[in-house]
């Protein structure tokens, strides 16, 4: 599978391009600058594509058939760009790639996004973006997957997690971890249109989506 990567450049995203350098699948990045291209070349994208989720991809999304999205505006942006990345650019997104017929889209959430009205003040605001563009996925006819997330860490990962629809404790999962969900959805027929919490756990992730 030809999958275009959204946040290549971020702490997932390049756990991601390593993992999927050792896959079936090809990875294109989105870059935002030249210069970032040869070291995600490096980690393992197969190519490298310039664009910015705040403008239209289409012409960078050209001839792939999957997108994962594990971009962010990150936590030292004020609330606007969190709108414009992990809203909007989401959305805007989704959109793209319904117009270049591709199938299949993932993408990263957060625990708690489906009531963000319920979280800590100070992350409603990001909670609120995530929980539109998830909704905007589910209603686009794609064939979506939403990963949930806990509390993100960047231990080395176990590649055990815990999947649920809804993970009643605010685990911790590191990064790397993600990722391999990230890839291992992919292939797994069990997370379409499925969406799920996820946090570090017993169980290898291959098994843990098989029981979706």
Same mark, same amino acid.
């Given at each position: 599978?030809?999958?275009?990567?959204?946040?290549?450049?971020?702490?997932?995203?390049?756990?991601?391009?390593?993992?999927?350098?050792?896959?079936?699948?090809?990875?294109?990045?989105?870059?935002?600058?030249?210069?970032?291209?040869?070291?995600?070349?490096? #980690?393992?994208? %197969?190519?490298?594509?310039? $664009?910015? +989720?705040?403008? !239209?991809?289409?012409?960078?999304?050209?001839?792939?058939? *999957?997108?994962?999205?594990?971009?962010?505006?990150?936590?030292?942006?004020?609330?606007?760009?969190?709108?414009?990345?992990?809203?909007?650019?989401?959305?805007?997104?989704?959109?793209?790639?319904?117009?270049?017929?591709?199938?299949?889209?993932?993408?990263?959430?957060?625990?708690?996004?489906?009531?963000?009205?319920?979280?800590?003040?100070?992350?409603?605001?990001?909670?609120?973006?995530?929980?539109?563009?998830?909704?905007?996925?589910?209603?686009?006819? #794609?064939?979506? %997957?939403?990963?949930?997330? $806990?509390? +993100?860490?960047? !231990?080395?990962?176990?590649?055990?997690?815990?999947?649920? *629809?809804?993970?009643?404790?605010?685990?911790?999962?590191?990064?790397?971890?993600?990722?391999?969900?990230?890839?291992?959805?992919?292939?797994?027929?069990?997370?379409?249109?499925?969406?799920?919490?996820?946090?570090?756990?017993?169980?290898?992730?291959?098994?843990?989506?098989?029981?979706?």
């Amino acid at each position: 599978m030809h999958v275009f990567i959204a946040g290549a450049n971020g702490q997932i995203g390049q756990h991601l391009l390593r993992e999927m350098a050792n896959s079936d699948h090809e990875a294109r990045a989105l870059i935002r600058h030249p210069e970032q291209g040869p070291e995600l070349l490096q #980690l393992g994208a %197969t190519e490298t594509v310039l $664009g910015d +989720l705040e403008q !239209d991809c289409s012409e960078a999304m050209k001839g792939c058939n *999957a997108v994962i999205f594990t971009a962010g505006s990150g936590p030292h942006t004020g609330p606007d760009k969190t709108t414009d990345v992990d809203q909007d650019g989401a959305i805007r997104l989704i959109d793209t790639a319904m117009a270049n017929g591709i199938k299949r889209f993932i993408i990263v959430s957060s625990m708690r996004a489906e009531e963000p009205e319920k979280g800590p003040e100070k992350l409603r605001h990001y909670l609120q973006a995530k929980h539109n563009a998830d909704e905007h996925l589910k209603n686009s006819g #794609l064939n979506y %997957t939403i990963v949930r997330p $806990g509390q +993100l860490i960047n !231990d080395e990962g176990t590649g055990k997690v815990s999947v649920s *629809a809804r993970q009643e404790n605010f685990g911790k999962i590191s990064r790397q971890d993600v990722a391999r969900v990230l890839l291992a959805a992919l292939d797994a027929d069990t997370t379409v249109n499925r969406v799920f919490d996820v946090v570090s756990g017993d169980t290898p992730v291959a098994e843990a989506l098989a029981k979706l």
